[in-house]
């Protein structure tokens, strides 16, 4: 059982170049989010997805699509790039149902730098 | 409205010190809170959660937290720091009505030997 897993670990970006950062969970969770993470902000939410082919915007979404054709997988995509993105990005895969209280589940995260 | 309040950014301790490190939140429904440890470069660790069953929970690596309804607060402690205790700790909320969680901006903890 891996988890929540993400794929790069490290990545080096320069500003207007694209790219997509990768997120799988093995939970059979219908619910995942991503966050970033940047000095002094804590965790704030990018996008979140409630399950496959519904995803909605978190608190910082501008510069980012998602998308869920599975389950499984909810991959992040930069659009093009920008200083301004370099963080530390974790994917989250949650509980949901009538078992409360929900528990997340995070990756080991992203980090991203962009030049 | 959800949120979380982290009082202190960065908090050092002596190792062998009472650790405290301090979460108020604003639910407008009985919560469920969560502590996270995040160890340097690693993802998020769920230390210990609140769910009603009773005020003090325990966690691993001999954390506990109390919840006080009266102050909204969800407090984070362990008797007597380790080295190993150092990291950056989230404090988070989420109601049970949905499945968002909220957080807060975190607290570094430096142990000092």
């Known amino acids: 059982n891996a988890g929540v897993t993400q794929t790069p670990k490290f990545q080096v970006l320069k500003t207007g170049q694209s790219m997509t950062l990768q997120c799988a969970q093995d939970m059979n969770h219908e619910y995942m989010s991503w966050y970033r993470q940047d000095p002094g902000m804590g965790l704030r939410l990018i996008h979140y997805s409630v399950g496959a082919g519904i995803t909605d915007q978190g608190e910082v979404p501008n510069g980012y699509n998602v998308s869920r054709s599975t389950t499984e997988d909810f991959p992040l995509r930069l659009l093009s790039a920008a200083p301004s993105q370099t963080s530390v990005y974790f994917c989250a895969s949650t509980t949901s149902g009538r078992v409360l209280p929900y528990e997340q589940y995070f990756g080991p995260g992203t980090r991203l730098t962009v030049t | 409205a959800q949120s979380v309040t982290q009082l202190g950014s960065h908090v050092s301790v002596s190792e062998g010190a009472l650790v405290l490190l301090r979460c108020n939140y604003s639910?407008?429904?009985?919560?469920?809170l969560f502590w996270y440890v995040q160890y340097p470069n690693q993802g998020l660790q769920l230390l210990l959660k609140?769910?009603?069953?009773?005020?003090l929970v325990k966690g691993i690596n001999g954390f506990e937290a109390e919840f006080k309804k009266s102050e909204t607060s969800f407090h984070l402690t362990k008797p007597s720091a380790h080295m190993s205790d150092a990291a950056e700790y989230f404090c988070a909320v989420n109601t049970g009505t949905g499945n968002q969680f909220y957080f807060g901006t975190g607290t570094s903890l430096t142990v000092i030997p």
């Open positions: 639910s407008s429904v009985p919560p469920y």
């Open positions: 609140y769910t009603s069953a009773a005020t």
